[in-house]
């Protein structure tokens, strides 16, 4: 055929085993070198009778490949099926159907399925817990627009009216590691709705790799969840809405003219006592301003009479506040603590607090780049399944991503084109079989030169740890993995033997 750039010949080949995400075979070497993969079939309640079963290693491995390539609805699924290379990669006999895989979902028996997957996202991080660390929880709404089981009319900003699911979810602070997600019916977004999967999560964890402290926005700064969280003695950081009595204790304070604390950052802190209406007890809140240097001076009185007036008054949630009696007109927010004030003092407090917007990015990156919004069937107990399963893929791309980047996170939107794009040719010679990746990307020697790197290394540890447990070859990589976040110390449970192997 005549082309712009000369004549060629096409020809088809239906009968090469290709890929379009050749690098995948690196990942799955991360996989079996942890031994998540066999681990996670291992204890997997999906069982088939007969010749006729798709089998779970199939339906699992299909759902891994979709979710990885970005996928959001069971259709999708129909665009890993005509992958020749990734699925014998995983030990697969081939690629299922979207329609075996809904019906799988549905033939696992929830409880079972639900325990099973928390297991497995524990396990992936289980290890490292051992260290001080803080827990963030949050909800999130999921709008639907079919006819879903349990799809209500809640809470709902964006669509209001839509009906929608809820997802209650659990998150280690700063790594970006799912601990759960529990789905609920859209009209059951208030925290306390939440707790019972939170605290099933943390009772399967022995109590000295329980959080340091758990913390939530305003939604989590009631009654209800801090007695809950007091009868665990499970410290707390929440935020309070501005109700009467805060905007009372405010204007005290502002009036008082009390000595604000300088906090760094531009922030200042107060700290006080309060009991609200309905508390069972007198608790320790912060009070967190602007510096007046940076917060907006109040205008004229004829300014306030006007337009500008609005700008001075409490928003919607409650976050500005109209200092009136001052010229400071500022942002103020108040939080709620049970945190010791010798461990935790004053000026420590708001940047805690400020630091909970990073589970924001996570709910934003695993709703639009990990198919939280999708995976929807008319059972509300798939919906729960498919959640959990991909919040487990996401925490075990999240920790490969740590081979290559040890200071940040890096999200899938610019990962995946970088550690899965990749044409991969599977040839067989002499009993030898070869993946030729051919990586089309801008910076692919780069990124060929890291893989290589990281690749070695992979078999370096995987060669040394043949004779050990899956649980210690697994603490061995996220003392690999976590290291800077670890500061250099080594996870307690590796043989002895573990460091001077890996020093030679």
Not at 212 to 222: A, I, K, N, P
Not at 228 to 234: I, N, P, S
Request: with cysteine; charged share 25%; aromatic share 10%.
């Amino acid at each position: 055929m005549d082309t712009p750039g000369g004549r060629f010949y096409a020809e088809w080949d239906d009968q090469s085993p290709v890929t379009r995400e050749g690098q995948l075979i690196f990942f799955f070497q991360f996989l079996q070198a942890g031994g998540r993969w066999e681990e996670f079939l291992r204890e997997c309640p999906l069982h088939y009778t007969g010749n006729r079963g798709s089998g779970a290693i199939n339906v699992m491995g299909t759902v891994l490949l979709s979710v990885l390539s970005g996928h959001w609805r069971y259709a999708h699924i129909n665009g890993v099926r005509g992958d020749g290379v990734n699925p014998g990669l995983l030990g697969m006999d081939g690629t299922v159907s979207e329609d075996a895989v809904r019906l799988a979902m549905r033939r696992i028996e929830e409880k079972a399925g639900l325990d099973w997957l928390s297991t497995q996202m524990l396990g992936s991080i289980s290890p490292a817990l051992c260290l001080p660390w803080i827990l963030d929880v949050d909800v999130t709404v999921k709008p639907l627009y079919g006819r879903q089981q349990a799809a209500e009319i809640g809470y709902n900003p964006q669509k209001p009216g839509r009906p929608s699911h809820v997802y209650h979810s659990y998150f280690v602070a700063n790594l970006r590691i799912s601990l759960g997600v529990e789905v609920r019916p859209g009209n059951e977004h208030a925290a306390a709705k939440g707790l019972p999967g939170l605290w099933q999560t943390l009772e399967k964890l022995p109590r000295h790799q329980w959080p340091t402290f758990v913390r939530g926005d305003c939604g989590y700064g009631s009654e209800a969840v801090m007695l809950e969280c007091e009868g665990r003695a499970l410290p707390y950081l929440f935020k309070l809405r501005h109700t009467a009595k805060v905007r009372d204790l405010v204007n005290r304070m502002m009036r008082q003219g009390a000595l604000w604390q300088d906090c760094g950052d531009g922030w200042q802190a107060l700290e006080s006592t309060i009991r609200l209406s309905g508390w069972t007890r007198v608790r320790r809140v912060i009070l967190v301003r602007e510096s007046p240097s940076r917060a907006p001076m109040a205008v004229s009185g004829k300014a306030r009479r006007g337009k500008d007036r609005q700008q001075l008054l409490p928003n919607a949630k409650g976050t500005e506040w109209d200092a009136t009696a001052t010229p400071w007109c500022g942002k103020i927010s108040a939080l709620v603590t049970s945190l010791d004030e010798g461990v935790f003092p004053t000026q420590v407090m708001p940047k805690h607090y400020r630091d909970r917007a990073d589970s924001e990015n996570v709910f934003g990156e695993l709703k639009n780049q990990w198919g939280w919004n999708g995976f929807t069937s008319s059972k509300l107990a798939p919906s729960r399944l498919m959640a959990n399963l991909v919040a487990l893929v996401y925490n075990w791309w999240t920790l490969y991503m740590r081979f290559y980047d040890e200071e940040h996170h890096r999200e899938a939107i610019r990962s995946r084109p970088m550690l899965m794009a990749g044409v991969g040719r599977q040839v067989q010679s002499g009993g030898r079989r070869t993946v030729r990746v051919s990586v089309m990307h801008d910076k692919g020697d780069l990124i060929a030169h890291a893989v290589t790197q990281i690749s070695n290394e992979l078999h370096h540890i995987r060669a040394i740890t043949e004779r050990w447990t899956v649980d210690q070859r697994w603490t061995l990589l996220l003392t690999r993995l976590l290291r800077r976040w670890l500061g250099g110390k080594w996870l307690p449970g590796l043989p002895d033997e573990a460091e001077i192997l890996l020093s030679g």
